[in-house]
């Protein structure tokens, strides 16, 4: 079955910190992976994503993503976290199937960052 | 430009009643795609329309219905609701072209509270 496992639930840093989140997936084709972020009492927006290509993937606000085909990963970093990056941090797959794309979504990792 | 929005932003039904909720893409967008965001878990798939017609549906009951319009906006109808229905639900939408390599892009989402 498809599947995307986030390991962290929660995570606090203080700023400066650097930050990396897990995410490992169970999806048989070809791989289409997401990132997306849910600010405080905003909408989910897009972070970064990775098609095909470099399996490293840069996204906004300074984040990044490395695409290990080998290890089923597609972890989240950023060498310095500041205040505003206090957030639900949400790992995804696309499932292509019967002609159609669907995510699949991890339970999400919150994370709060102290001043 | 607008992006995907949603109505209402939130919503009390009691059990046994019934709840349509509605959405509009971005300009261009031609699919829509459905979520249910429980509490503490990351969104789930339940439905994905484009030009029109169903897709792609997840695992939900038939007591979940959607339907797309000419202008591709869409609307989710949930019957009998359920204490278990209370969610958010999210719309995203997507070009809708048929390749794997689809971006969707989500709303603010409907916050559903069934009592």
């Known amino acids: 079955a498809q599947s995307v496992s986030q390991h962290n639930h929660h995570v606090i840093l203080s700023e400066a910190a650097s930050l990396e989140l897990g995410c490992n997936y169970s999806?048989?084709?070809?791989?289409?992976l997401f990132w997306y972020v849910q600010y405080p009492g905003q909408h989910l927006q897009l972070l970064l994503k990775?098609?095909?290509?470099?399996?490293l993937v840069k996204g906004i606000k300074g984040f990044e993503a490395e695409f290990i085909k080998s290890k089923f990963s597609f972890n989240l970093r950023k060498p310095s976290v500041q205040w505003s990056d206090t957030a639900e941090y949400f790992c995804a797959v696309n499932a292509f199937s019967g002609g159609y794309n669907k995510l699949i979504f991890g339970a999400g990792t919150r994370l709060a960052v102290h001043p | 430009d607008a992006g995907v929005t949603q109505s209402p932003t939130h919503l009390i039904k009691t059990r046994g009643q019934h709840v349509t909720l509605r959405c509009s893409p971005i300009?261009?967008?031609?699919?829509v795609s459905w979520y249910q965001q429980v509490l503490g878990q990351g969104p789930q798939f339940i439905f994905q329309?484009?030009?029109?017609?169903?897709?792609g549906r997840g695992n939900f009951p038939d007591r979940f219905s959607a339907r797309q319009f000419p202008n591709y906006s869409s609307e989710l109808n949930v019957n009998a609701l359920l204490l278990g229905d209370s969610a958010l639900y999210l719309c995203?939408?997507?070009?809708?072209?048929?390749?794997?390599?689809?971006?969707?892009?989500f709303g603010p989402g409907t916050r559903l509270l069934v009592l």
């Open positions: 300009s261009g967008h031609k699919s």
């Open positions: 999806y048989g084709g070809t791989v289409n």
């Open positions: 329309y484009y030009e029109k017609e169903e897709r």
């Open positions: 990775y098609f095909s290509g470099d399996p």
């Open positions: 995203a939408s997507s070009l809708g072209g048929r390749g794997r390599q689809e971006t969707q892009y």
